[in-house]
């Protein structure tokens, strides 16, 4: 497993604000730019035209780009909403934000240390020692072990698999692409059986932060063989807890007025006070078309998950791979076969009572896997988290009662209809 992709590059670029679609039907294509101009990378609308005040209102802050990875953020805040002084509030948030992001790059990195940092990259470097680590790198290795959910310790083969992501043609792919080499298939099986063993690898929570991550005689043999070095990692769920930590620090330190996401479908909104109304875009691919489906409103804070099987952005180049024959291949690895698979073309799932994080692990094998089991997305109400997503027929299914909806498309012969499931 220790091959690499050829002319690999490294893709730390700024977010545009643009979506590249096929050469077919031109007006959807034109409708579809001026959406995402509008949404940007975050994903994320606004629905406010009279808060703005001299110095103050909505604001996109930026971080310091050094040891960051603030282009896959979007933040955004609204200065002076109880009557602080904007410049000054401006100043504090963005350097608390700054600061933040810093953090959560350096803790939860799995290629770089960093001093003053006990983070992923260290921990694979030091198996079978106790460590102290970051609250919030213990915090989330404690949601794993909560949901029983071993995905982190699939971290090598994803490190295979994702070099198919930066391939320059698909003549490059067959040494990383499980569908298309049946020798790669089988290589991913052989690490699966130390992945899906929890006496090959397991990280232990010692309490007051320590960990260690246990690996066996056997696995660090096989791994030397391999080429291994990555027994655990976040893979592509990184930014969910990335928005999580920015948004419960920022509430910590007093700050309630913003919203923070990221280009790859996690969103936190922790304004919990103003009582402004949010919308949320839903889009559909349907027949190779991309559809501004529609907008779900809501009010206050709301952390959203939004999981699809195609790329939208110009990050996406990490996490998406177009074949010439359409074929889309994505970051979301089954840990049972270590296959890419997706059950619909779009979920999104959002709560008011549960972070990023928790709702992902609480749909991630809902969503990677071969057929939605719809009952038990409907269950997951009962943990207060909905979910929207869509079926054949131009349908927008969704189990929140009392969503609202602002649109539905209805242009070209193509209408949308929404559907209440119970």
Same mark, same amino acid.
């Given at each position: 497993m /220790?091959?690499t992709v050829?002319?690999?590059k490294?893709? *730390?670029?700024?977010?545009?604000?643009?979506?590249?679609l096929?050469?077919?039907?031109?007006?959807?294509r034109?409708?579809?730019?001026?959406l995402f101009?509008?949404?940007?990378?975050?994903?994320l609308?606004?629905?406010?035209? %009279?808060?703005?005040?001299?110095? +103050?209102?909505?604001?996109?802050?930026?971080?310091?780009?050094?040891?960051s990875?603030?282009?896959?953020?979007?933040?955004?805040?609204?200065?002076?909403?109880? +009557?602080? %002084? @904007?410049?000054?509030?401006?100043?504090?948030?963005?350097?608390l934000?700054?600061?933040?992001?810093?953090?959560q790059?350096?803790?939860?990195?799995?290629? =770089?240390?960093? $001093?003053?940092?006990v %983070?992923?990259?260290t921990?694979?470097?030091? @198996?079978?020692?106790? !460590?102290?680590v970051n609250?919030?790198?213990?915090?989330?290795f404690?949601?794993?072990?909560?949901k029983?959910?071993?995905?982190?310790?699939?971290?090598p083969?994803?490190?295979q698999?994702?070099?198919?992501?930066?391939?320059? $043609?698909d003549?490059?792919l067959g040494?990383?692409? @499980?569908?298309?080499?049946?020798e790669?298939?089988?290589?991913?099986?052989?690490?699966?059986?130390?992945?899906?063993?929890?006496?090959?690898?397991?990280?232990? !929570?010692l /309490?007051?932060?320590?960990?260690?991550?246990?690996?066996?005689?056997?696995?660090?043999?096989?791994?030397?063989?391999?080429?291994i070095c990555?027994f655990i990692g976040?893979?592509? &769920?990184?930014?969910?807890?990335?928005?999580?930590?920015?948004?419960e620090?920022m509430?910590?330190?007093?700050?309630?007025? /913003?919203?923070v996401s990221?280009?790859?479908?996690?969103?936190?909104?922790?304004?919990?006070?103003? /009582?402004?109304?949010y919308s949320f875009?839903?889009?559909?691919m349907?027949?190779?078309?991309?559809?501004?489906?529609s907008?779900?409103q809501?009010v206050?804070?709301?952390?959203?998950?939004?999981?699809r099987n195609?790329?939208?952005?110009?990050l *996406?180049?990490?996490?998406?791979?177009?074949l010439?024959?359409g074929e889309i291949?994505?970051?979301? &690895?089954?840990?049972?076969d270590?296959?890419?698979?997706a059950?619909?073309?779009?979920?999104?799932?959002?709560?008011?009572e549960?972070?990023?994080g928790?709702?992902?692990? =609480?749909?991630? @094998?809902?969503?990677?896997?071969?057929?939605?089991?719809?009952?038990?997305?409907?269950? !997951?109400t009962?943990?207060?988290?909905?979910?929207?997503y869509f079926?054949?027929?131009?349908?927008i299914?969704?189990?929140?009662?009392d &969503?609202?909806?602002?649109?539905?498309y209805?242009k070209?012969?193509?209408?949308?209809?929404g559907?209440?499931?119970k």
């Amino acid at each position: 497993m /220790g091959r690499t992709v050829k002319n690999r590059k490294n893709y *730390d670029v700024k977010p545009v604000q643009r979506i590249e679609l096929s050469d077919t039907n031109v007006k959807k294509r034109a409708v579809a730019a001026v959406l995402f101009l509008l949404i940007g990378a975050g994903l994320l609308v606004f629905c406010f035209v %009279n808060f703005l005040s001299p110095g +103050g209102g909505w604001t996109t802050v930026e971080a310091n780009r050094n040891e960051s990875d603030s282009t896959e953020f979007v933040f955004q805040y609204f200065f002076g909403a109880n +009557g602080a %002084n @904007p410049s000054a509030e401006n100043k504090a948030v963005t350097a608390l934000y700054n600061e933040i992001t810093r953090t959560q790059y350096c803790v939860l990195n799995e290629y =770089e240390e960093f $001093d003053g940092f006990v %983070n992923i990259c260290t921990l694979n470097k030091n @198996p079978n020692k106790e !460590l102290t680590v970051n609250p919030l790198l213990y915090k989330v290795f404690s949601m794993f072990a909560e949901k029983n959910s071993r995905y982190i310790y699939l971290a090598p083969v994803y490190e295979q698999y994702r070099n198919l992501f930066f391939c320059e $043609d698909d003549v490059f792919l067959g040494d990383f692409d @499980p569908i298309l080499n049946s020798e790669v298939r089988e290589s991913y099986k052989r690490t699966l059986k130390y992945v899906n063993d929890p006496k090959a690898v397991s990280v232990e !929570l010692l /309490g007051d932060n320590k960990v260690k991550l246990a690996v066996s005689e056997e696995y660090l043999r096989y791994a030397e063989e391999e080429g291994i070095c990555s027994f655990i990692g976040l893979l592509w &769920l990184k930014n969910a807890f990335a928005v999580d930590y920015i948004a419960e620090e920022m509430a910590s330190h007093g700050y309630y007025s /913003g919203s923070v996401s990221s280009y790859d479908g996690f969103v936190r909104n922790f304004d919990a006070y103003s /009582g402004t109304d949010y919308s949320f875009n839903l889009f559909d691919m349907a027949e190779g078309e991309l559809y501004h489906a529609s907008a779900m409103q809501y009010v206050n804070s709301l952390s959203i998950v939004y999981m699809r099987n195609y790329p939208m952005n110009s990050l *996406d180049v990490q996490h998406y791979y177009t074949l010439k024959n359409g074929e889309i291949r994505t970051p979301y &690895l089954d840990i049972a076969d270590a296959m890419p698979k997706a059950s619909l073309n779009g979920l999104v799932s959002y709560s008011k009572e549960k972070s990023c994080g928790e709702i992902v692990l =609480e749909i991630l @094998p809902l969503y990677i896997a071969d057929s939605l089991e719809e009952n038990t997305l409907t269950a !997951l109400t009962e943990k207060n988290i909905n979910s929207v997503y869509f079926k054949e027929g131009h349908k927008i299914c969704y189990n929140e009662e009392d &969503l609202r909806l602002s649109f539905l498309y209805n242009k070209d012969g193509v209408s949308y209809t929404g559907e209440f499931v119970k």
